[in-house]
């Protein structure tokens, strides 16, 4: 399953976001794979596109971040799937 991760950081917490992730990198659990992620200009949010096999495997790498970052978690689906699902769908 595909997630769209929506990280907000208070722009105080920035630099420690940075920092952890320069030391640990993105702690990800098994199962858990990294696709994408864009920042706007000030740091303070990013969205970050994540696979995972489940939403609580996604939730054990929220956790390593969730002292300094709030999140907002939406399932998505690549816009080529949807398609053909509804696609599907209307055919039976």
């Known amino acids: 399953m595909?997630?769209?991760?929506?990280?907000?950081?208070?722009?105080?917490?920035?630099?420690?976001?940075?920092?952890?992730?320069?030391?640990?990198?993105?702690?990800?659990p098994d199962a858990v794979r990294y696709q994408a992620s864009w920042l706007n200009d000030d740091g303070s949010v990013c969205y970050q596109l994540m696979e995972s096999e489940t939403r609580e495997r996604l939730d054990l790498w929220i956790s390593c971040w969730s002292d300094l970052v709030t999140f907002e978690v939406t399932p998505v689906v690549t816009s080529a799937d949807f398609w053909a699902a509804r696609e599907a769908n209307s055919a039976g």
């Open 2 to 28: 595909l997630y769209m991760v929506i990280e907000r950081t208070p722009k105080e917490s920035v630099a420690a976001v940075g920092e952890r992730f320069r030391l640990k990198g993105r702690m990800l």
